[in-house]
């Protein structure tokens, strides 16, 4: 199977996000590319590739509100955790938070 190249245009957009801190796998499943193709196309546009270890686990605001919405979207925790790159766990903290949240506002 042949592989896909990824634009000049896409590979900036990438390594914007990736100096934003996203995941490989996350912008990989923005952008329909594997793993491997966003790497090399991050390593091209002169940026080092983190070591995985130090991924924080903690989301930003927008993360968090990207997971929410997400979710009241129908998909699946799991999902979510896989695009975000994060566990299920932290997942399920941050929609418990927001059920918790959204209940207190409503009272």
Do not use: W
């Amino acid at each position: 199977m042949p592989q896909r190249t990824v634009s000049v245009d896409v590979a900036e957009q990438m390594a914007q996000l990736y100096r934003e801190g996203e995941s490989l796998d996350a912008i990989g499943q923005r952008f329909n590319f594997s793993r491997p193709a966003v790497r090399r196309a991050v390593v091209r546009g002169g940026l080092a590739i983190r070591p995985s270890c130090t991924k924080p686990h903690k989301l930003s605001d927008r993360e968090k509100a990207e997971a929410i919405e997400a979710s009241r979207g129908g998909e699946s925790g799991v999902s979510i955790a896989r695009r975000l790159g994060v566990s299920t766990s932290n997942i399920q903290r941050i929609l418990q938070q927001s059920r918790s949240s959204d209940a207190t506002h409503r009272a």
